[in-house]
């Protein structure tokens, strides 16, 4: 009996358990219940596509969106301090940081990139609301100054896509300092002369709004995304009245001139190039002159490869509009 229960079935679960389909084939709108198919969904840039509901994306998924072919180089950030208060409620600190590494396979909750979008170069942050609620803390204090300085240093505009449950209260005081340091950050940016482009994405609340995230010289957001420093709850809660249809959506910030604009996820990296264009003094971009391409051919080796002839006869096409 031993035998059977302790060899043979494990052996016949972990061949079965094997070929089980994955759950995550069929994703369901959480707006409207439709059941998306994977690909469709990702496809569509993680917008749902029976209700327009823009659901949440990763940082690694919306720069390969973003840049030209998919193709940007990670900036590094300084590793902060690991755990500085020793902070523990149902789990410790350093687990909870744990987990949430092995959930999104990511460092941190903002990745830091540099590329170039419609052949414009940038430098992009993007907050990643997957790691523990895209809470603000040291680390993403430290990754909003090395693009800035990244920026600067490169003489191109910051674009930075905002989300986020406010700041990580593992980090207690610390995490609030990241408020004067990346408004400092900003500062830099806005002193050399460069844009400084704020694309706010749902959620964007708490202390990320008390700081970088309402400081752009554009303020772009996302449609329905919810944009607040306290959520309607509580603030239905302290003042005792229900609040207006779309309170603190991007919407309704849109009419109360909060914002400059709000783009639909994919048509945001056109005004994205226009816009950074505009503001840097390049010309407007070549419509239709970016085609993806082939998935195997790397675009940065791609000019370095070919024999010189081949690239003189490109590059007027390519750089004609520009003068
Ligand atoms: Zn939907």
């Given at each position: 009996m031993n035998w059977i229960s302790n060899y043979v079935r494990p052996r016949i679960n972990s061949l079965f358990s094997r070929r089980e389909v994955p759950e995550n084939l069929w994703i369901k709108c959480p707006e409207c219940g439709t059941m998306l198919f994977h690909r469709e969904l990702s496809d569509n840039l993680n917008v749902c596509t029976s209700c327009d509901h823009h659901m949440q994306i990763t940082p690694r998924e919306r720069f390969s969106a973003l840049f030209d072919g998919g193709v940007f180089a990670e900036v590094s950030v300084p590793d902060p301090v690991e755990d500085p208060l020793k902070f523990k409620d149902q789990k410790r600190y350093p687990e909870r940081m744990k987990d949430a590494k092995k959930k999104t396979g990511e460092k941190e909750a903002m990745l830091v990139a540099e590329g170039e979008i419609g052949r414009t170069p940038i430098v992009a942050a993007c907050q990643d609301f997957s790691f523990m609620g895209g809470s603000m803390g040291m680390y993403v204090g430290n990754a909003i100054i090395a693009a800035a300085e990244r920026a600067v240093k490169l003489k191109r505009p910051l674009i930075l896509f905002s989300a986020a449950g406010g700041a990580r209260m593992q980090e207690g005081i610390l995490s609030l300092m990241q408020m004067p340091r990346t408004t400092v950050a900003v500062d830099m940016v806005r002193e050399a002369g460069l844009p400084y482009i704020v694309v706010i994405t749902h959620p964007t609340t708490g202390g990320v709004t008390a700081s970088y995230a309402m400081l752009g010289d554009v303020q772009i957001a996302e449609p329905n995304a919810l944009i607040c420093f306290?959520?309607?709850?509580?603030i239905e809660q302290t003042i005792r009245e229900s609040l207006p249809e779309g309170f603190q959506r991007a919407?309704?910030?849109?009419?109360?001139?909060?914002?400059?604009?709000?783009?639909?996820?994919?048509?945001?990296r056109d005004e994205l190039i226009t816009i950074t264009r505009m503001l840097m003094k390049h010309p407007p971009a070549v419509m239709g002159d970016l085609p993806a391409p082939e998935p195997d051919v790397a675009p940065p080796a791609d000019d370095a490869g070919k024999p010189p002839e081949v690239a003189a006869e490109a590059k007027p096409e390519t750089e004609a509009p520009k003068e």
């Amino acid at each position: 009996m031993n035998w059977i229960s302790n060899y043979v079935r494990p052996r016949i679960n972990s061949l079965f358990s094997r070929r089980e389909v994955p759950e995550n084939l069929w994703i369901k709108c959480p707006e409207c219940g439709t059941m998306l198919f994977h690909r469709e969904l990702s496809d569509n840039l993680n917008v749902c596509t029976s209700c327009d509901h823009h659901m949440q994306i990763t940082p690694r998924e919306r720069f390969s969106a973003l840049f030209d072919g998919g193709v940007f180089a990670e900036v590094s950030v300084p590793d902060p301090v690991e755990d500085p208060l020793k902070f523990k409620d149902q789990k410790r600190y350093p687990e909870r940081m744990k987990d949430a590494k092995k959930k999104t396979g990511e460092k941190e909750a903002m990745l830091v990139a540099e590329g170039e979008i419609g052949r414009t170069p940038i430098v992009a942050a993007c907050q990643d609301f997957s790691f523990m609620g895209g809470s603000m803390g040291m680390y993403v204090g430290n990754a909003i100054i090395a693009a800035a300085e990244r920026a600067v240093k490169l003489k191109r505009p910051l674009i930075l896509f905002s989300a986020a449950g406010g700041a990580r209260m593992q980090e207690g005081i610390l995490s609030l300092m990241q408020m004067p340091r990346t408004t400092v950050a900003v500062d830099m940016v806005r002193e050399a002369g460069l844009p400084y482009i704020v694309v706010i994405t749902h959620p964007t609340t708490g202390g990320v709004t008390a700081s970088y995230a309402m400081l752009g010289d554009v303020q772009i957001a996302e449609p329905n995304a919810l944009i607040c420093f306290a959520g309607p709850r509580v603030i239905e809660q302290t003042i005792r009245e229900s609040l207006p249809e779309g309170f603190q959506r991007a919407e309704y910030l849109l009419d109360h001139g909060m914002l400059d604009r709000v783009t639909h996820r994919t048509k945001m990296r056109d005004e994205l190039i226009t816009i950074t264009r505009m503001l840097m003094k390049h010309p407007p971009a070549v419509m239709g002159d970016l085609p993806a391409p082939e998935p195997d051919v790397a675009p940065p080796a791609d000019d370095a490869g070919k024999p010189p002839e081949v690239a003189a006869e490109a590059k007027p096409e390519t750089e004609a509009p520009k003068e």
